[in-house]
């Protein structure tokens, strides 16, 4: 029996797409856009600058969810393709002058190079190997970025990423334009995935996740699959954060350490895995958090690993999980 | 031959043994991961924080107790194992039912608990712990001058790693241990309480974690990330080893460690990543690791 | 979104001045509030020699200056950047932006330090650092609105590099932590070794952060070098100059040039394992009789613990930055940095000294010898000084640094 299926409890009702279920998709969607218009005129929270790190980091979450909730895919590693992107973006953008959108989309493409590489090593082993060995690839691209100092500016990082003009015409000078932009970005990304995950490619993952050897024996190319999912996973993670590196223009090995890695599991587990909202809801709170609690020092890391040990142990489903059970729809 | 290379052999065989040395941590951390993913079928993320404790529980002993080096290379992994047994039975307990990467992303948890409650109440500049009395100086081999100290690490790992092979594969435990791996339900049937087995299972390793910690206090300097960094290339080890065997990770470790030392003096700018690339080329050969077993 | 520590007691304090000068001035004029930033290491590896102390450091000079008895109400407020940039700049610009904080002080790490520098020049604030080495704060990256007080990795290489020549150790292998400070360390102590004669045989560029130097210092070692100059910090000092000991190095008649080592790390290694390592610093709390009372009344705040030399730096720096405000009365930047440019520093801690046009503070730099165990008198007691070097040795050229400021 192939044990890779890390099943998310929330998808257990039917989910092929039915037509009040798109429906209500929708009007969440709509109700998304919407608040994302009117979020930085609230006071407190409306601080553009927070609001893109936490529209940034969700994508993220959303990108790393797509393989975890519906691949069953538990890589250990994204930093790697979320840093190593936001390196690219900050590169050509600085020392390139290139705009915006032109670095953003290389950044993306890296995360696509990246993910295709080490995603063809490690779908070779499953379940906890694959954990590991996504987790060791990762760590060579944090050594790498260590030690190119040229590349990545090192321990410095690549800071005063200047925001150019968008499309070469549209200045992005100050943080509220610039959130407009991340939150089209994100927006635009969250749709992909949602069109990813309820089309016939969506539905053969879901098949592979919750019986690997039913999927392989009914003819799929399973290995085919999952490093499809797990490049488009990468891509997502890339475009996340290629567009924190112009939105808070700066790239800094922060993004690509390990510990980043097991952020972004964190949020989609606090929101809950293998739904569309969740890891929206869980970048948010994640962030929220480390924002709002920074003066506790070190204990931010001690709350964050009692948050991820009661998800495991008694709220697997996550907020909004549990929100999708109680309501009885998938969200 | 070697001077071909433009490496003196003294100084060549100097740094095999510095590899050797550095590769018995690996050794006694591969070690308990093996044995506690053997029979409870998870990764083990905390054995990092739980090799960092061993280095604490020592130095506290010393310095609020006054307990030296010797008593807490025994009491140390004592202790930190009767803390992995209660971890055993408050949480991981509940997580057989599941997928085991449930166990994974809980011991990952737990990890930044200890490693955050060790940086809040000793800070993360370090903390000094001398070598023992007995140990301090060195010989002078000729080729190299190799403090006694570092000698005895590896005497003891060996020492601890041939004894942990010796009870699983030779003895009547062991075999118990061996029997509920491959079916617990059978083994349980003949009246062996697997679930106990489990409990001390992981006990053990911790405690293997916290020896290795203890080892490692008196050179490297006792510090709340001691472990975060070294787990990862631990578990690179433990990959490129293959989770089919005890002896396969001691060896794997050993290796590893001579290898990484020898990049240390042809190319030590890659000393950090040379253990994933090896990693990298031995999935691509053999997937399954050097001695594990393809499932 | 004020989500750092304040400092409740200077809170209380400011409030309290505020009040006594409304009484007892009689005078129409409002006083100045300022809100100054200590951002720093409070938890890592700096914390002991940066962290609160640099905060104290900065109160002890409000309340030096009598800035309340001058119309100035000032606030110190602190938070930990954690030695990440990324976390430093969020801390920053929410300083600026929604807490009305006018200066930033200390932060250590240059990464960090790098990116306070230009998100304060790019919000027109103040930057006073004390704590980052890197030179580049006032060379290529140098901006109107920072001044770089307390040292810099040129100054480090110039006094020990130059000294160990001097003392006859002109043959240098180098352990570089294999990271951009390590390689600008590095380069500009070989510089030094040359000019003054000597010879570079060697190097090996280590991992970082390390925690295994063994295999390194053996090739050190087989070198046959006489000076091992250790391009790194922190940790990875500690743990060389530890490992150098163990492994008979020292003993065997190679002597450690420490490129940057701190009074904290020989406390933390204790005069044993330290003994006989040289190293540059510019400011030592035995130095004379005003460090001596200054410092004296710094230790009982941190637990007995003598200051740091970048402790002391933010005592200068912020001292100097409130007398600016009170002669011009003004915050505005462009104002204060030129009154602070125009007049001589002057404080009990680095004497007199100027700030130059690229913000470097000028001041005298001391070669010190870590004590033998016999020769030290009681705790704290680890330096003995072998040489002064002047301000205008021990720094940088103005022009050749390659600050933009400077040409213009």
Same mark, same amino acid.
């Given at each position: 029996m192939a044990d890779v299926t890390i099943a998310a409890p929330a998808s257990a009702p039917a989910e092929t797409g039915s037509a009040d279920h798109s429906a209500l998709h929708r009007t969440l969607f709509i109700a998304l856009a919407a608040l994302l218009v009117v979020l930085p005129f609230i006071p407190v929270i409306g601080y553009p600058f927070f609001l893109m790190k936490v529209l940034c980091f969700a994508l993220f979450a959303c990108a790393f969810n797509l393989m975890l909730g519906y691949g069953g895919l538990l890589s250990f590693g994204h930093a790697a393709y979320f840093g190593f992107a936001s390196y690219v973006a900050a590169y050509t953008a600085k020392h390139w002058g290139l705009t915006p959108e032109v670095s953003i989309l290389l950044g993306t493409a890296s995360g696509a190079a990246l993910g295709l590489a080490f995603g063809s090593l490690a779908i070779r082993r499953q379940?906890?190997?694959?954990?590991?060995?996504?987790?060791?690839?990762?760590?060579?691209?944090?050594?790498?970025?260590?030690?190119?100092?040229?590349?990545?500016?090192?321990?410095?990082?690549?800071?005063?990423?200047?925001?150019?003009?968008?499309?070469?015409?549209?200045?992005?000078?100050?943080?509220?334009?610039?959130?407009?932009?991340?939150?089209?970005?994100?927006?635009?990304?969250?749709?992909?995935?949602?069109?990813?995950?309820?089309?016939?490619?969506?539905?053969?993952?879901?098949?592979?996740?919750?019986?690997?050897a039913r999927a392989i024996s009914l003819g799929y190319r399973v290995n085919q699959y999952k490093l499809a999912v797990f490049v488009l996973s990468a891509s997502l993670a890339g475009l996340a954060g290629a567009t924190k590196a112009i939105a808070v223009q700066l790239a800094s090995l922060t993004d690509v350490h390990w510990s980043m890695s097991g952020e972004v599991v964190l949020m989609t587990l606090v929101g809950g895995m293998g739904t569309v909202f969740g890891p929206i809801v869980g970048a948010a709170v994640i962030i929220s958090m480390q924002n709002f609690l920074a003066g506790l020092g070190a204990w931010v890391t001690v709350v964050q690993g009692v948050i991820f040990v009661i998800c495991v142990l008694v709220f697997r489903e996550g907020i909004v999980g549990v929100i999708g059970k109680w309501l009885k729809k998938p969200l | 031959m070697f001077e071909l290379i433009g490496i003196p052999p003294q100084a060549l065989f100097g740094q095999l043994l510095l590899g050797l040395i550095n590769g018995s941590f690996y050794a006694i951390l591969s070690l308990g991961l093996a044995v506690i993913f053997g029979l409870l079928n998870i990764i083990n993320f905390t054995h990092g924080a739980q090799y960092m404790m061993g280095a604490f529980i020592a130095w506290m002993l010393l310095n609020w107790?006054?307990?030296?080096?010797?008593?807490?290379?025994?009491?140390?992994?004592?202790?930190?194992?009767?803390?992995?047994?209660?971890?055993?039975?408050?949480?991981?307990?509940?997580?057989?039912?599941?997928d085991h990467l449930y166990g994974l992303l809980l011991t990952f948890g737990l990890a930044l608990i200890i490693q955050g409650l060790f940086r809040n109440y000793f800070g993360s500049s370090g903390l000094p712990y001398q070598i023992p009395a007995e140990l301090r100086g060195g010989q002078n081999l000729g080729f190299m001058f190799l403090p006694n100290y570092r000698g005895w690490v590896v005497v003891a790992s060996l020492v601890v790693c041939l004894a942990t092979w010796f009870v699983i594969e030779k003895t009547r435990l062991g075999a118990y241990l061996r029997a509920a791996t491959e079916n617990p339900t059978l083994t349980q049937a003949f009246g062996i309480n697997v679930p106990l087995l489990i409990t001390l299972t992981y006990g053990f390793g911790v405690g293997l974690a916290a020896f290795a910690g203890v080892l490692a206090a008196p050179?490297?300097?006792?510090?709340?990330?001691?472990?975060?960094?070294?787990?990862?290339?631990?578990?690179?080890?433990?990959?490129?080893?293959?989770?089919?065997?005890?002896l396969g990770a001691i060896v794997t470790g050993f290796g590893l460690g001579i290898i990484e030392g020898l990049t240390k003096v042809f190319y030590p700018e890659a000393s950090a990543t040379v253990i994933f690339i090896i990693m990298a080329i031995v999935l691509l050969v053999k997937p399954a690791g050097l001695f594990g077993r393809t499932a | 979104?004020?989500?750092?520590?304040?400092?409740?007691?200077?809170?209380?304090?400011?409030?309290?001045?505020?009040?006594?000068?409304?009484?007892?001035?009689?005078?129409?004029?409002?006083?100045?509030?300022?809100?100054?930033?200590?951002?720093?290491?409070?938890?890592?590896?700096?914390?002991?020699?940066?962290?609160?102390?640099?905060?104290?450091?900065?109160?002890?000079?409000?309340?030096?200056?009598?800035?309340?008895?001058?119309?100035?109400?000032?606030?110190?407020?602190?938070?930990?950047?954690?030695?990440?940039?990324?976390?430093?700049?969020?801390?920053?610009?929410?300083?600026?932006?929604?807490?009305?904080?006018?200066?930033?002080?200390?932060?250590?790490?240059?990464?960090?330090?790098?990116?306070? /520098?230009?998100?304060?020049?790019?919000?027109?604030?103040?930057?006073?650092?004390?704590g980052a080495a890197t030179s580049d704060l006032t060379g290529s990256q140098c901006s109107p609105n920072t001044v770089h007080w307390t040292y810099d990795t040129y100054m480090l290489s110039q006094g020990t590099g130059g000294a160990m020549v001097k003392a006859g150790g002109d043959t240098w292998f180098f352990l570089t932590a294999d990271y951009a400070f390590g390689h600008a360390l590095e380069r500009d102590t070989t510089a030094v070794v040359q000019r003054a004669g000597g010879r570079v045989i060697g190097g090996v560029r280590t991992p970082f952060p390390g925690t295994d130097f063994s295999?390194?210092?053996?090739?050190?070692?087989?070198?046959?070098?006489?000076?091992?100059?250790?391009? /790194?910090?922190?940790?990875?000092?500690?743990?060389?100059?530890?490992?150098?000991?163990?492994?008979?190095?020292?003993?065997?008649?190679?002597?450690?040039?420490?490129?940057?080592?701190?009074?904290?790390?020989?406390?933390?290694?204790?005069?044993?394992?330290?003994?006989?390592?040289?190293?540059?610093?510019?400011?030592?709390?035995?130095?004379?009789?005003?460090?001596?009372?200054?410092?004296?009344?710094?230790?009982?705040?941190?637990?007995? /613990?003598?200051?740091?030399?970048?402790?002391?730096?933010?005592?200068?720096?912020?001292?100097?930055?409130?007398?600016?405000?009170?002669?011009?009365?003004?915050?505005?930047?462009?104002?204060?940095?030129?009154?602070?440019?125009?007049?001589?520093?002057?404080?009990?801690?680095?004497?007199?000294?100027?700030?130059?046009?690229?913000?470097?503070?000028?001041?005298?730099?001391?070669?010190?010898?870590?004590?033998?165990?016999?020769?030290?008198?009681?705790?704290?007691?680890?330096?003995?000084?072998?040489?002064?070097?002047?301000?205008?040795?021990?720094?940088?050229?103005?022009?050749?640094?390659a600050c933009p400021l400077v040409r213009a």
């Open positions: 379940g906890i190997y694959f954990a590991m060995i996504t987790l060791a690839l990762a760590q060579m691209v944090y050594f790498f970025s260590l030690q190119a100092p040229r590349f990545t500016g090192g321990e410095d990082g690549i800071q005063a990423v200047p925001r150019n003009n968008l499309f070469g015409v549209l200045p992005l000078g100050n943080d509220t334009t610039t959130y407009y932009l991340v939150a089209v970005v994100f927006l635009a990304g969250v749709l992909l995935i949602y069109r990813i995950i309820h089309s016939p490619f969506g539905q053969v993952l879901k098949a592979i996740r919750d019986n690997e | 107790v006054g307990i030296g080096y010797w008593p807490s290379l025994l009491l140390a992994p004592i202790v930190a194992g009767i803390s992995g047994v209660i971890i055993e039975r408050l949480f991981l307990q509940r997580l057989y039912h599941l050179v490297y300097s006792v510090n709340p990330n001691m472990g975060a960094d070294l787990i990862i290339v631990v578990f690179a080890v433990v990959v490129i080893g293959g989770m089919g065997s005890i | 979104m004020t989500n750092f520590r304040m400092n409740r007691r200077s809170v209380l304090a400011g409030a309290a001045a505020t009040a006594f000068t409304a009484r007892s001035m009689a005078q129409a004029q409002q006083p100045i509030n300022i809100k100054i930033g200590v951002l720093n290491d409070r938890s890592g590896l700096y914390a002991d020699l940066t962290g609160e102390g640099s905060a104290i450091a900065a109160r002890m000079a409000v309340e030096d200056f009598g800035a309340a008895a001058k119309g100035l109400n000032v606030q110190i407020v602190s938070a930990d950047h954690q030695n990440k940039p990324d976390v430093g700049a969020n801390i920053a610009r929410q300083w600026y932006d929604t807490d009305a904080v006018d200066a930033i002080a200390d932060v250590p790490t240059s990464s960090v330090a790098l990116a306070i /520098n230009q998100i304060t020049r790019e919000k027109n604030k103040i930057f006073l650092n004390s295999s390194f210092l053996l090739q050190a070692q087989a070198s046959r070098a006489k000076v091992i100059g250790l391009a /790194n910090a922190g940790g990875d000092t500690v743990n060389s100059i530890k490992q150098a000991a163990e492994f008979g190095i020292t003993a065997g008649g190679q002597k450690l040039a420490g490129l940057l080592v701190f009074v904290n790390d020989v406390h933390a290694l204790g005069l044993q394992t330290a003994q006989g390592l040289v190293l540059t610093e510019t400011f030592y709390w035995d130095l004379n009789d005003s460090t001596r009372a200054w410092s004296r009344r710094f230790a009982p705040q941190r637990a007995g /613990n003598m200051p740091s030399m970048v402790q002391a730096g933010v005592y200068g720096a912020t001292l100097h930055y409130l007398k600016a405000v009170a002669a011009t009365k003004t915050k505005d930047a462009a104002q204060v940095m030129a009154w602070m440019k125009a007049n001589e520093t002057d404080d009990p801690l680095f004497g007199k000294g100027t700030i130059r046009a690229d913000g470097r503070k000028l001041h005298p730099a001391y070669l010190f010898e870590v004590k033998k165990p016999s020769e030290s008198k009681g705790p704290w007691d680890y330096y003995k000084q072998l040489a002064t070097i002047p301000a205008a040795e021990a720094f940088r050229p103005l022009n050749a640094g």
